[in-house]
């Protein structure tokens, strides 16, 4: 990957590249729609990143380019003034467009103060893009940690406030209102283990450990990816927030199942779906960490199944090409479980089975579902510095 973006680096730029920031993208386990209702998340990191690399250079122009073959030629290129408080950086339309994802990392890096110096870099990356793996924290990471490399003179963010950087420059930039799972996992992924965050409080999150030989994380893609995503995330994120306050509670993570079933009158029927998948979502997501804790994975792979079911029918952000992923995983013996991962309306759902079960569960996966394309990775660390 890092040979593969420095031979881009020497033909666009003709000379060597000096610096570079690497980051995961991310699969969820478990705990999916939580992190924005301050609950609990199963994320690991994957094998797939994003990587940066580049050079300073003298001047006061910046220039990027991305060797993914997905952006149309004349998108590839990026290039601007130096940001500073002279030359301000603001979103541009698209929002999804990659440009975005980057300069919000460039304004929250040094918020705009003019600390940036000119330099040329180049972006590849292995994490399927729209494919609900978390391309966009793996792009923003990388970005942050590269600009790291580049002003080595400013002082460094913590862990936590570098997840939370990038989150803003999601937030401001592509206009995403995500939640904090995605960067922070790419900022704090470990070789083996699985992240149990608390949204609420991300100094509680505990590293558990994933690492037995006979298990397996299958990513299955369905290689859709439906619109409608985009405008439904701050819709259900909204709905959430309208239950909580009308329950009187700071956000969902404070609600019980039995408070949800004893004042249900008060919500909208939309508000009281939400609210069920939300509620019993953060309590799977406990039970799931505490069952990976004692290698019960017959336990896992039912606590995984029942969050697809609560997902497609309580939150309403699956499709059918995802049901028929799980419903096609879930018939193969040696299968734990299946479930849609990431936001939803497409993308890729994650299945938890036995190694000698493995090849039957692709073979079967793909003979009902032509498109499927699989990745399989152990979690592996976060963002790191490349070395040159
Ligand atoms: C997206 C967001 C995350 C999270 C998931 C759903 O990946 O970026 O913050 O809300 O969707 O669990």
């Known amino acids: 990957m890092v040979e593969l973006a420095v031979e881009l680096f020497r033909k666009q730029f003709g000379c060597e590249p000096q610096i570079g920031g690497c980051s995961p993208g991310r699969v969820n386990l478990i705990g999916e729609h939580t992190d924005y209702n301050d609950g609990y998340v199963l994320p690991m990191a994957l094998e797939n990143v994003t990587v940066v690399i580049g050079r300073r250079v003298d001047g006061d122009v910046c220039t990027i380019v991305t060797g993914t073959e997905e952006v149309p030629e004349d998108q590839r290129i990026l290039t601007f003034p130096t940001?500073?408080?002279s030359s301000l950086l603001q979103p541009i339309e698209p929002p999804k467009l990659w440009h975005n994802y980057v300069k919000?990392?460039?304004?929250?890096?040094?918020?705009?103060?003019?600390?940036?110096?000119?330099?040329?870099?180049?972006?590849?990356?292995?994490?399927p893009l729209g494919g609900g793996l978390s391309s966009s924290a793996a792009?923003?990471?990388?970005?942050?940690?590269?600009?790291?490399?580049?002003?080595?003179?400013?002082?460094?963010?913590?862990?936590?406030?570098?997840?939370?950087?990038?989150?803003?420059?999601?937030h401001r930039f592509p206009k995403m209102p995500c939640g904090i799972m995605d960067q922070y996992i790419s900022v704090m992924g470990k070789k083996d283990y699985a992240l149990l965050i608390d949204c609420r409080n991300l100094a509680e999150s505990e590293h558990v450990p994933l690492n037995d030989p006979q298990v397996v994380v299958l990513i299955t893609n369905s290689c859709v990816k439906h619109?409608?995503?985009?405008?439904?995330?701050?819709?259900?994120?909204?709905?959430?927030?309208?239950?909580?306050?009308?329950?009187?509670?700071?956000?969902?993570?404070?609600?019980?199942t039995e408070q949800v079933e004893a004042e249900k009158g008060k919500l909208t029927d939309d508000e009281l779906k939400r609210c069920r998948h939300v509620v019993s979502e953060i309590q799977r997501t406990k039970a799931a960490a505490d069952a990976l804790k004692t290698n019960n994975y017959v336990q896992f792979g039912k606590l995984m199944n029942q969050s697809h079911n609560s997902l497609r029918d309580d939150y309403e952000?699956?499709?059918?090409?995802?049901?028929?992923?799980?419903?096609?995983?879930?018939?193969?013996?040696?299968?734990?479980?299946?479930?849609?991962?990431?936001a939803g309306f497409g993308g890729c759902t994650v299945t938890l089975v036995q190694r000698d079960a493995l090849k039957?569960?692709?073979?079967?996966?793909?003979?009902?579902?032509?498109?499927?394309?699989?990745?399989?990775?152990?979690?592996?660390?976060?963002?790191?510095?490349?070395?040159?």
């Open 317 to 342: 952000v699956s499709c059918k090409e995802l049901d028929r992923l799980v419903a096609l995983a879930q018939e193969v013996p040696g299968v734990y479980g299946s479930r849609m991962t990431g």
């Open 227 to 256: 619109e409608l995503g985009d405008s439904a995330y701050p819709l259900l994120r909204a709905q959430c927030e309208s239950a909580a306050k009308k329950l009187n509670k700071p956000s969902l993570r404070d609600v019980t």
């Open 104 to 127: 919000g990392v460039l304004v929250a890096f040094d918020d705009n103060k003019g600390n940036i110096p000119a330099f040329q870099a180049v972006i590849v990356t292995t994490v």
């Open 360 to 388: 039957a569960a692709k073979e079967h996966i793909q003979a009902g579902y032509k498109r499927a394309t699989f990745i399989e990775s152990s979690p592996a660390d976060g963002a790191r510095s490349v070395s040159l």
């Open 139 to 170: 792009l923003e990471v990388a970005t942050y940690v590269f600009l790291e490399q580049l002003c080595p003179q400013l002082p460094k963010r913590s862990d936590k406030e570098k997840a939370l950087a990038c989150q803003w420059a999601e």
């Open 83 to 85: 940001p500073g408080p």
